[in-house]
């Protein structure tokens, strides 16, 4: 795989790198949303494609999604690739100053909680190679307690920042794993009718037929779960 400011210069249109996952999902939902032509180009992370020299010149932490500008510009972290394309394209964040910035809070609390949790209880309830009965209990109960949160506000209101925005795009694709993370959303009614209603839109239908997230297979856990700092020691590049 070529990587570099040159990638999409031919047609110039954005470059997403992405594995099967939430956070590249959320990224591929946005860009049908604001309806920008772009090219996907999937990482072999089990690989280790992401440790090579190149993609590390682009990501330093070495994970995907990451988004390549047309014009070369990269941006990395999922939260932050959406706000970006958000602001820079005037939709899905909010329209007033306190709409924009209860939309920022939604998309951080998922940053900072929803998403790590829920990818903790996927861990501990279908990946480690060990029972943990802590882990389990502990994210199994946490994200419970966040889809709570979800309910609570979602029962107030159609969508998370009052209007459809990044914060709900942020927020769904961890949503479609509860079963992955021991909740059912019958549980949750009003988290169940704002699944419901995001899953409908033609622009999730559409990215999710263009890239449906899927489980790891077993094989590639030892490369995507287990790696240390010396992980970031230049290796040879796979492209």
Not at 136 to 142: A, H, K, L
């Amino acid at each position: 795989m070529a990587y570099g400011a040159g990638t999409s210069a031919s047609d110039a249109q954005p470059v997403l790198y992405y594995y099967p996952s939430p956070n590249s999902l959320k990224v591929i939902i946005l860009l049908h949303e604001l309806e920008i032509d772009w090219q996907g180009r999937q990482v072999d992370l089990a690989g280790g494609e992401q440790l090579g020299p190149a993609f590390a010149a682009l990501n330093p932490n070495r994970k995907v999604p990451l988004l390549q500008l047309a014009d070369g510009q990269i941006i990395f972290e999922s939260g932050a690739i959406l706000e970006f394309l958000a602001e820079q394209h005037g939709r899905f964040i909010g329209g007033g100053f306190s709409e924009r910035w209860l939309c920022k809070q939604w998309l951080y609390w998922q940053m900072s909680a929803l998403g790590p949790a829920a990818g903790q209880a996927h861990h501990f309830r279908k990946f480690a190679p060990e029972r943990v009965p802590y882990g389990i209990r502990r994210y199994t109960d946490e994200v419970n307690r966040l889809y709570g949160v979800m309910n609570e506000v979602l029962s107030r209101r159609p969508w998370l920042a009052g209007t459809y925005s990044i914060a709900d795009i942020a927020c769904w694709p961890w949503v479609v794993h509860a079963d992955w993370q021991g909740q059912t959303l019958t549980e949750f009614p009003a988290v169940a009718r704002w699944y419901e209603s995001l899953r409908s839109r033609p622009s999730v239908e559409a990215a999710m037929a263009r890239y449906a997230t899927r489980e790891i297979p077993a094989e590639d856990y030892t490369l995507l779960l287990n790696q240390r700092a010396g992980a970031l020691q230049p290796t040879q590049d796979n492209g």
